[in-house]
């Protein structure tokens, strides 16, 4: 299992979204720092396609859902 302990004082910005550093503990209780998507600050896209994807969601088939009414 994975712990997420979140960590707002630095930020950085890449083309089209704002990233954290957030520190995980891996299966076997080592700590590592990973950058993870604060934000979405522009289009995104998947398979060509525009995508307008969730931030946060309480599983990964509702992380995947796109906003984009059509």
Avoid at 7 to 17: D, E, L, P, R, Y
Avoid at 25 to 33: A, F, H, R, T, Y
Wanted: glycine share 6%; charged share 20%.
């Amino acid at each position: 299992m994975i712990h997420f302990t979140e960590n707002f004082n630095k930020k950085i910005f890449t083309t089209g979204a704002f990233l954290q550093p957030m520190q995980i503990k891996d299966v076997n209780g080592n700590n590592l720092w990973v950058w993870t998507v604060e934000r979405f600050e522009d289009t995104s896209f998947c398979d060509g396609q525009e995508y307008n994807p969730v931030e946060v969601a309480k599983s990964l088939e509702g992380l995947l859902i796109n906003t984009i009414t059509e």
